[in-house]
């Protein structure tokens, strides 16, 4: 290990200097918790430079990846699962152990069988079911708001409790417990070590407690289902009800929240496309994919099982890879425009729920969230903007945020 000029992280013998680049989803400008911060705007400098480069702490622990910055590129990666694993147990290692999230860690043919086995859980035709349900909800938050005075603060009182609540009830959990999950999901994604495997000891406890509940006294929620589930003739392990409890726990309670929170903080700063969406609210669901691709909100991290050559670059067996979505819905070379929000942007192909076999085994609801909450929020609430005095706090990550934004409307 090397140590490169002009950061402190070491750098692996075997990767060119001249492609080691001072980058980081987590500490790069921007990218820590900012007033009136763009982190989505900040990663769009990497297109500056190499299509893939190493930068030396880029992961919440230090440690450093490759990074793919053209969308073309990542396709390529996540596509080829027998080159780059899947399976990081970035979860499990909160707790200092070793088992995957099922199915986002494992690998084929592993992968499909457990994917075959949870899709039509989320099949858009489950996804229609559930709607009523979502956009009930949706109306209820929105309308409390309404009731309630000329301002709020979107995360706490909409984003969070609207896109949690539809997950617990996924789930088959009432939302009595809502704001402690979120606590869970925030100090686990964004937390400090300790903070981060407390959260993981919870969620795992949780996740073990409810189902061993579920196997003594069955009531047809997804835990239910999970715990009763066969693969290939046999019943599933403790370990694979853990993982894939913790994965479904996990995902749904922060990033459709997080989504909803940036779509709505652009429209407060941009009136005139808020109006347009007003004037023609059969735009919204063309407009929410122009909003995914501009701020999409995980990075997807693989593993070399092998070494390869890659674009130049010496990938070597046990290298990280990050395949963010942040920087490939930015590439020069896929949208035109790319740092210009385009409502009506058409053929919008973004990789927000990436690509290949782990493409998000949630995007169908994730979808109908976003648009649903953007359609009665509009439909509600007068034209709105950042309350004067206030300002969003946004940050990087993992996991990209945004937090305290307030708006006000006459």
């Known amino acids: 290990m090397r140590k490169n000029e002009g950061t402190s992280s070491p750098v692996p013998d075997h990767v060119p200097l001249e492609l080691v680049r ?10 820590p918790p900012t007033a009136n911060g763009d982190p989505h705007a900040a990663v769009a400098c990497v297109h500056a430079g190499p299509p893939i480069f190493y930068a030396p702490h880029n992961t919440r622990d230090g440690r450093g990846t490759w990074v793919i910055t053209r969308a073309r590129d990542q396709r390529r990666v996540l596509q080829d699962t027998e080159t780059f694993s899947s399976h990081r147990s970035i979860f499990a ?13 494992l690998d084929p043919p592993a992968h ?3 994917r075959s086995l949870l899709n039509p859980l989320f099949s858009p035709q489950r996804v229609r079911a559930l709607e009523p349900a979502v956009r009930e909800r949706a109306i209820a938050l929105i309308d409390r708001i309404a009731a309630s005075g000329t301002s709020c603060d979107v995360m706490k009182d909409f984003a969070f409790p609207f896109a949690v609540n539809i997950f617990l009830r996924f789930l088959g959990l009432s939302d009595h417990r809502l704001d402690i999950f979120v606590g869970w999901g925030k100090d686990l994604l964004h937390g400090e070590p300790v903070k ?26 997804f835990m239910t289902f999970v715990v009763q589930a066969k693969v290939e003739g046999r019943p599933l392990t403790d370990k694979e009800v853990r993982g894939i409890g913790v994965l479904v726990f996990v995902a749904g309670l922060d990033t459709v929240a997080a ?17 347009w969406l007003r004037s023609k609210p059969e735009r919204i669901v063309l407009a929410a994919e122009e909003l ?12 070399a099982t092998k070494d390869v050559d890659f674009e130049g670059a010496p990938i070597r ?38 690509h290949g076999p782990h493409r998000c085994l949630g995007s169908h609801l994730a979808r109908r969230e976003i648009v649903i909450g953007l359609e009665e929020w509009l439909a509600r609430i007068p034209s709105f903007r950042i309350k004067e005095g206030t300002a969003p706090i946004t940050h990087g990550g993992h996991v990209f945020g945004i937090e305290n934004l307030i708006l006000d409307w006459c």
């Open 93 to 105: 290692s909160a707790l200092g152990e070793n088992w995957p999230m099922i199915p986002l860690e």
């Open 22 to 31: 001072d980058f980081s989803l987590f500490t790069s400008p921007g990218m």
């Open 112 to 114: 499909g069988i457990f």
């Open 317 to 354: 067996k046990g290298d990280y890879i990050s395949c963010a979505t942040m920087i490939a819905n930015r590439d020069p070379t896929e949208f035109a425009c790319p740092d210009t929000v385009d409502l009506a942007r058409e053929e919008n192909c973004h990789t927000a729920f990436a």
């Open 259 to 275: 989504a909803i929170g940036f779509d709505l903080s652009y429209l407060a700063r941009n009136p005139k496309d808020q109006e």
């Open 292 to 303: 995914l691709r501009a701020f999409p909100t995980v990075q997807m991290l693989r593993v």
């Open 196 to 221: 981060r495997s407390a959260a993981a000891q919870r969620i795992v406890s949780f996740i073990d407690d409810l189902a061993a509940l579920r196997r003594k006294v069955p009531v047809g929620d």
